[in-house]
Antibody
Framework: EVQLVESGGGLVQPGRSMKLSCAAS????????MAWVRQAPTKGLEWVAT????????YYRDSVKGRFTISRDNAKSTLYLQMNSLRSEDMATYYC?????WGPGTMVTVSS | DIQMTQSPSSMSASLGDTVTINCLAS??????LSWYQQKPGKSPKLMIY???NLEDGVPSRFSGSRSGSDYSLTINSLGYDDEGIYHC?????????FGGGTKLELK
């Protein structure tokens, strides 16, 4: 059974950094591209970033380019999202996704 | 960016009804469209992928269709478990985009 479990969320001050992790199990992690999608409270879904199966290609939405970095460790079956210079508009639940499978999400609150 | 215009934003229907939710893509996305159902406090659940393909385990009451750049999700024989927010999603090109969501409630 495919399982994705995010962690690392919490309260962070504007301008600070935070790193999210997503532990994957139940499938061969190194065979799949992975993505982060976020959802602000009471808002719609917003794609954040995607990484190819081997990490060689990454894609970002414009509003996070230069601030967020998606990466992966295939040996650990773990996906990451390094978020720097956080803004209030980054506050959301962040989901790790793979081909339609989603984790339960981790909430990021950006507030002073 | 490809805009996904989803309608209606909310709807109310009765048990046993048939409902249709629509998404209009601002440019060609082929069949690179999926539909998700989201319950309060939960992550989205894939219902339809490739515009018309039913995800494993999803009841056959759900179906997806396409007419040009118009995509539809139809739910037959509506049940209480079908309540939630439905999202369309294009994965034809980056940035991936989603529709604004349709909140479906049963009367």
């Amino acid at each position: 059974e495919v399982q994705l479990v995010e962690s690392g969320g919490g309260l962070v001050q504007p301008g600070r950094s935070m790193k999210l992790s997503c532990a994957a199990s139940g499938f061969t992690f190194s065979n799949y591209g992975m993505a982060w999608v976020r959802q602000a409270p009471t808002k719609g879904l917003e794609w954040v970033a995607t990484i190819s199966y081997d990490g060689s290609s990454t894609y970002y939405r414009d509003s996070v380019k230069g601030r967020f970095t998606i990466s992966r460790d295939n040996a650990k079956s773990t996906l990451y999202l390094q978020m720097n210079s956080l803004r209030s508009e980054d506050m959301a639940t962040y989901y790790c996704t793979r081909d339609g499978f989603w984790g339960p999400g981790t909430m990021v609150t950006v507030s002073s | 960016d490809i805009q996904m215009t989803q309608s209606p934003s909310s709807m109310s229907a009765s048990l046993g009804d048939t409902v249709t939710i629509n998404c209009l893509a601002s440019q060609d996305i082929g069949n690179y469209l999926s539909w998700y159902q989201q319950k309060p406090g939960k992550s989205p659940k894939l219902m339809i992928y490739g515009a018309t393909n039913l995800e494993d385990g999803v009841p056959s009451r759900f179906s997806g269709s396409r007419s040009g750049s118009d995509y539809s999700l139809t739910i037959n024989s509506l049940g209480y478990d079908d309540e939630g927010i439905y999202h369309c999603h294009q994965y034809y090109e980056y940035p991936w985009t989603f529709g604004g969501g349709t909140k479906l409630e049963l009367k």
